[in-house]
């Protein structure tokens, strides 16, 4: 078995999410990380906002796109103006090979408005890739550090950590 997780963190919450999940599936699967960097990303909180509103595909360092490789695909997203960051959003867009794929979306928060909204929206993009199931978790920018309790929400989600 071999996953792939694909994110993007800003200020790390998400990338630390994207290592405990990594962990967790080793038992049963190699795991490539994939860590998204964004070439035109703003500084600003509301130079964030503003693009993230839009559904703004930014631009990312090259990376692999090709997941025809993997059997489960990750995609990690700091939420952003209720939506997922532009970087991811402009991975979404360009990654091929997710026919017939098992993924798991996942998200971290602040105070919550927006999670599942911005959660459909990736799961949307990727339905039309022929994608065949979905599972989801969502983590609360506060809890990122714990690690049992980031373990309790990916369990929540439904997903195993055994084979
Ligand atoms: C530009 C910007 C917009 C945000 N918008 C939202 C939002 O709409 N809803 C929410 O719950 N949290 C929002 N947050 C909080 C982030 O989702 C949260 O801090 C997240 O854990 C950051 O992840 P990162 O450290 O991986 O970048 C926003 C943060 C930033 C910087």
Redesign the pocket.
Known sequence: MKTAIVYY???????KVAEILAEALKEKSSVDLIDLQALDESNS?LG??RR?IVRKKGKIAPVKLDLSAFDLICFGT?????GPAPAINAYLEQCTGLSGKEVILFT????????ERCVNYMQDILSRKGTKSFKRFSIQ?FK?KDRQLVLAEIEKGGISEKA
């Open positions: 963190s800003y200020s790390g919450n998400t990338r909180f964030q906002c993230a700091p939420v952003w103006a209720f971290t928060y602040g105070s919550g408005a927006g999670k920018q990122v």
